[in-house]
């Protein structure tokens, strides 16, 4: 059975946004989706395909959250197959055994622009390292990302387009409840 991935921006962060993993069941199922699974509380629904574009999906949750608790949440939503893509595409495996210091940045489109973030010296910020591949910018920060300068220059270095990052440890997870 083929699955997609709801990844919600910015909910349950510092008490802003606040919307309670089993309201996120709640919703997803009332929207007609099947077999739904919420991972964690910060938005990472999986649900059988419900057989829309991931673009459309993501409209249609956006708008229910919307209308539903008032909430602007972007929502970014891959298939199963795309997630499995990105997760293949890794450019540092070496990072998988201390999954917390790998992120994934998932985009709602390629950037056209890139200019900023091409800017960034990657010497200045050694042993962090990034790497845009497609609508995913993988971001590994070997010391941990809250004292990554490299994270926030990436963050500040805008592409025009909505993202929203998840760590290796919740974007594996993901995959395998997209398998189930």
């Known amino acids: 059975m083929s699955r997609q991935i709801a990844l919600l921006r910015g909910i349950n962060v510092g008490g802003h946004n606040s919307f309670?993993?089993?309201?996120?069941?709640?919703?997803?199922?009332?929207?007609?989706?099947?077999?739904?699974?919420?991972?964690?509380?910060?938005?990472?629904?999986?649900?059988?395909?419900?057989?829309?574009?991931?673009?459309?999906?993501?409209?249609?949750?956006?708008?229910?959250?919307?209308?539903?608790?008032?909430?602007?949440?972007?929502?970014?939503?891959?298939?199963?197959?795309?997630?499995?893509?990105?997760?293949?595409?890794?450019?540092?495996?070496?990072?998988?055994?201390?999954?917390?210091?790998?992120?994934?940045?998932?985009?709602?489109?390629?950037?056209?622009?890139?200019?900023r973030l091409d800017a960034l010296d990657p010497a200045a910020f050694t042993p962090d390292q990034y790497r845009l591949i497609g609508r995913e910018l993988y971001l590994w920060c070997p010391g941990g990302i809250g004292r990554s300068k490299l994270a926030d220059a990436v963050s500040r270095a805008p592409l025009g387009v909505t993202a929203t990052a998840r760590n290796w440890n919740t974007v594996t997870k993901l995959l395998a409840l997209a398998a189930d």
């Open 20 to 115: 309670p993993k089993a309201k996120q069941l709640e919703l997803a199922e009332s929207l007609g989706y099947e077999d739904v699974s919420v991972l964690l509380q910060t938005g990472n629904i999986v649900f059988a395909d419900p057989g829309t574009p991931p673009e459309e999906t993501a409209r249609v949750i956006h708008d229910r959250i919307a209308a539903e608790l008032g909430l602007t949440v972007p929502v970014i939503v891959r298939t199963g197959a795309e997630l499995a893509a990105a997760v293949a595409a890794n450019p540092f495996p070496q990072a998988v055994p201390e999954p917390k210091s790998l992120h994934v940045t998932f985009l709602s489109a390629v950037p056209a622009d890139t200019s």
